[in-house]
T-cell receptor
Framework: AQSVAQPEDQVNVAEGNPLTVKCTYS??????LFWYVQYPNRGLQFLLK??????LVKGSYGFEAEFNKSQTSFHLKKPSALVSDSALYFC????????????FGSGTRLQVQP | DAGVTQSPTHLIKTRGQQVTLRCSPK?????VSWYQQALGQGPQFIFQ???????QRGNFPDRFSGHQFPNYSSELNVNALLLGDSALYLC??????????????FGPGTRLTVL
């Protein structure tokens, strides 16, 4: 069975500072990894994904994520946080073959203070 | 380019009733997946439809059923509603393929409240 852990319920960061939202995963075989963002009373918005290749993946709105196979991690990063980045962030995983259902973490709320 | 659309936005039902939620996929997509997101939790996979058949199912009881139409739109039906069915129901669409690297794109969701 596959699983995702997001160890922090909330991350607080000052505007202009770098941010990191952590994610570790467990899956049989090689993973496909995704980050989504959810604003209040809205659906999930795709940010970026890792399929294969370069371990550093760049996505929307200046976000990037680093895939680390040995640590089974896929942390989301941004060099300079904006107040508008405040939202709920979800990491998701699925194996690269067969079942295509996504397994999500419990989410991390990011608060960027002005 | 229209994204994934869902209707209705909100719905209030009482225990024991039945509900139908609707989803239209993103243009060019023919695979639809449904997820349930309870308050304070991540989405949980219910099932996925492709070529009008249920292809994959998560750990949900038979009270949850679905359908996909020839135009790729989909319905989620829940019978005998329980209080615990109160949640945000999300529809996602994607492209098919046995080794697809497709991204699932989500709609805004339907907020179901069961009283």
């Amino acid at each position: 069975a596959q699983s995702v852990a997001q160890p922090e319920d909330q991350v607080n960061v000052a505007e202009g500072n770098p941010l990191t939202v952590k994610c570790t995963y467990s899956v049989s075989g090689n993973p496909y990894l995704f980050w989504y963002v959810q604003y209040p009373n809205r659906g999930l918005q795709f940010l970026l994904k890792y399929i294969t290749g370069d371990n550093l993946v760049k996505g929307s709105y200046g976000f990037e994520a680093e895939f680390n196979k040995s640590q089974t991690s896929f942390h989301l990063k941004k060099p300079s946080a904006l107040v508008s980045d405040s939202a709920l962030y979800f990491c998701a995983v699925r194996p690269n073959t067969g079942r295509r259902a996504l397994t999500f973490g419990s989410g991390t709320r990011l608060q960027v203070q002005p | 380019d229209a994204g994934v659309t869902q209707s209705p936005t909100h719905l209030i039902k009482t225990r024991g009733q039945q509900v139908t939620l609707r989803c239209s996929p993103k243009s060019g997509h023919d695979t639809v997946s449904w997820y349930q997101q309870a308050l304070g939790q991540g989405p949980q996979f219910i099932f996925q439809y492709y070529e009008e058949e249920e292809r994959q199912r998560g750990n949900f009881p038979d009270r949850f059923s679905g359908h996909q139409f020839p135009n790729y739109s989909s319905e989620l039906n829940v019978n005998a509603l329980l209080l615990g069915d109160s949640a945000l129901y999300l529809c996602a669409s994607s492209l098919p393929g046995p080794l697809s690297t497709d991204t699932q794109y989500f709609g805004p969701g339907t907020r179901l409240t069961v009283l």
